[in-house]
């Protein structure tokens, strides 16, 4: 605990007088030995200074440290592995240039030092919030290098084949309780789950699933589930730290209940490697796999599910979507003829990218695994695939395979790979501009 104090006190520059006694921080800090605490080894107050006056570098004036919130904030992010955001929240009212007072100082030091991350963090309780979704607590937060996918593979075992599916997210405003989404449970089944090669806890496998809107055809090979907040359903993206501020102002606090406002929620977590089943009425069913970064875009929760490549929806027919982990209310569609996409430009951003530029904006996030073809004058072909989330209403941007290349001055015809969108006319692109990058 006097290292963890005395490496807040050298980060943040927080009241040494306030978070330990002003005549034991040299003592303290020349026993850490460390160059960083070199700022504490040599504090001293100036004549006239009392210890309530006296910080880690910065002299108070009339109960104000000679430190900024936004310095504060930066530093105690930082130390916590947060976003400078979340940390903003700590404050009743952050202003970036105002002066800290000493007792904020201490208030937002000693909460800092409860959210310093741990490599040593043990489980304390396991929570199965639905068939594909757990919410795991730990005695300390989990460090950046543990919230890391391949790390948190190896870290969370379970038995009788369950797995986690993506990294385990921390809630907004918890300390250290993380959603964490695993593949489908087995009703009355009981998981055991070791956390670094340590017993963590078991659970009983859930039969709960999530309720979901409605079904609907977005386009020739593209579906979406709606849910709605009004039926208590939220998708997690809205009620964890690391997407808080992208979202519109309409993040969610959700208390240990998983409520808000008196209502209770149902947490949609990662759907990534997750798929629906697609029955054509009178034929046979057919998996549709979830399109990544596709889960809540665009102020909407409505994930979209795709057939396999090269099949599409029948004009005409209805179908029926069921799956092991969601339970959809408006389950059934009769698909219709839908018209692609339509590119109207392209741009070349860099060698090994272009902005591509829809006559419309699809208002969603449609580009997501797709890709386009470009071909230069002498036939040789490059393919270019969607980057994930850098979509800007109708502009999105497209990135050529590692170690491919446009050839600066060479003009280029681009067409979509697939039916997923058609030219409006001939869509050159144009590489002069390159010349000079």
Same mark, same amino acid.
């Given at each position: 605990?006097?290292k963890?104090?005395?490496?807040?006190l050298?980060?943040?520059a927080?009241?040494?007088s306030?978070l330990?006694?002003?005549?034991?921080a040299p003592?303290?800090?020349?026993?850490?030995?460390?160059?960083?605490?070199s700022?504490?080894?040599?504090?001293?107050?100036a004549?006239?200074?009392?210890?309530?006056?006296?910080?880690?570098g910065?002299v108070s004036?009339?109960?104000?440290?000679?430190?900024?919130?936004?310095?504060?904030?930066?530093r *105690?992010?930082?130390?916590?592995?947060?976003k400078?955001?979340?940390?903003q929240?700590?404050?009743?009212?952050?202003?970036?240039?105002?002066?800290?007072?000493?007792? =904020?100082?201490?208030r937002?030091?000693f909460?800092?030092?409860?959210? @310093?991350?741990?490599?040593?963090?043990?489980?304390?309780?396991?929570?199965?919030?639905?068939?594909?979704?757990?919410? @795991?607590?730990?005695d300390?937060?989990?460090?950046?290098?543990?919230?890391?996918?391949?790390?948190?593979k190896?870290?969370?075992q379970f038995?009788n084949?369950?797995?986690?599916?993506?990294?385990?997210?921390?809630?907004?405003?918890?300390?250290?309780?993380?959603?964490?989404?695993?593949?489908?449970?087995?009703p009355?089944?009981?998981?055991?789950?070791?956390y670094?090669?340590?017993?963590?806890?078991?659970?009983?496998?859930?039969?709960?699933?999530?309720?979901?809107?409605?079904?609907?055809?977005v386009?020739?090979?593209t579906f979406e589930?709606?849910?709605?907040?009004?039926d208590g359903?939220?998708?997690y993206?809205?009620?964890? =730290?690391?997407?808080?501020g992208?979202?519109?102002?309409?993040?969610?606090?959700?208390?240990?209940?998983?409520?808000?406002?008196?209502?209770?929620?149902?947490?949609i977590?990662?759907?990534r490697?997750?798929?629906?089943?697609?029955?054509?009425?009178g034929?046979?069913?057919?998996?549709?796999?979830?399109v990544?970064?596709?889960?809540?875009?665009?102020?909407?929760?409505?994930?979209?599910?795709?057939?396999?490549?090269?099949?599409?929806?029948?004009?005409?027919?209805?179908?029926?979507?069921?799956?092991?982990?969601?339970?959809v209310?408006?389950?059934?569609?009769?698909?219709?003829a839908?018209?692609?996409?339509? *590119?109207?430009s392209?741009?070349?951003?860099s060698?090994?990218?272009?902005?591509?530029?829809?006559?419309?904006?699809p208002?969603? =996030?449609?580009?997501?695994?797709?890709?386009v073809e470009?071909?230069d =004058?002498?036939?040789?072909?490059?393919?270019?695939?969607?980057?994930?989330?850098?979509r800007?209403g109708?502009?999105?941007?497209?990135e050529?395979?590692?170690?491919?290349q446009?050839?600066?001055?060479k003009?280029?015809?681009?067409?979509?790979?697939?039916?997923w969108?058609?030219q409006?006319?001939?869509?050159?692109?144009?590489?002069?501009?390159?010349k000079s990058s």
């Open positions: 605990m006097k963890t104090l005395l490496q807040l050298t980060v943040s927080v009241a040494a306030v330990l006694p002003l005549n034991a003592a303290a800090a020349q026993s850490a030995k460390s160059p960083a605490d700022r504490i080894t040599n504090l001293a107050p004549p006239g200074m009392n210890g309530n006056d006296f910080a880690a910065h004036d009339r109960g104000r440290l000679m430190l900024t919130q936004q310095e504060l904030v930066s *105690i992010a930082q130390l916590t592995e947060k400078p955001l979340v940390i929240q700590w404050l009743k009212n952050y202003e970036p240039d105002a002066r800290v007072r000493n007792g =904020e100082a201490a937002l030091g909460k800092a030092i409860a959210h @310093i991350p741990s490599e040593h963090a043990a489980v304390t309780d396991i929570k199965v919030l639905s068939a594909a979704t757990l919410e @795991i607590t730990f300390s937060p989990l460090t950046a290098a543990d919230v890391n996918l391949d790390k948190a190896a870290n969370f038995d084949g369950m797995t986690i599916r993506n990294v385990p997210q921390l809630k907004n405003g918890a300390r250290s309780t993380y959603v964490v989404p695993v593949t489908v449970q087995q009355g089944k009981t998981y055991s789950l070791t670094k090669g340590k017993a963590a806890g078991k659970f009983t496998g859930s039969a709960h699933t999530v309720k979901l809107a409605a079904a609907r055809q386009t020739a090979d589930l709606e849910s709605l907040r009004k359903i939220v998708d993206g809205y009620v964890v =730290e690391s997407y808080f992208t979202r519109g102002g309409l993040e969610m606090y959700l208390n240990d209940r998983n409520a808000s406002g008196g209502k209770s929620y149902d947490i977590s990662s759907l490697d997750m798929s629906v089943t697609l029955t054509p009425e034929g046979q069913p057919i998996r549709a796999a979830y990544p970064y596709t889960q809540a875009t665009d102020d909407r929760q409505a994930p979209k599910f795709r057939l396999p490549a090269g099949q599409t929806l029948t004009p005409g027919v209805k179908y029926t979507v069921t799956a092991d982990w969601a339970t209310t408006e389950a059934s569609f009769t698909a219709r839908a018209a692609p996409l339509v *590119i109207a392209a741009k070349a951003v060698p090994s990218s272009v902005d591509i530029t829809l006559a419309a904006d208002r969603d =996030e449609l580009f997501s695994g797709r890709s470009l071909t =004058e002498d036939g040789k072909k490059l393919t270019a695939v969607y980057k994930v989330t850098s800007k109708a502009v999105g941007t497209f050529l395979a590692a170690g491919s446009l050839s600066p001055g003009a280029y015809t681009v067409t979509a790979s697939g039916a969108a058609t409006q006319g001939k869509i050159s692109l144009n590489t002069d501009a390159l």
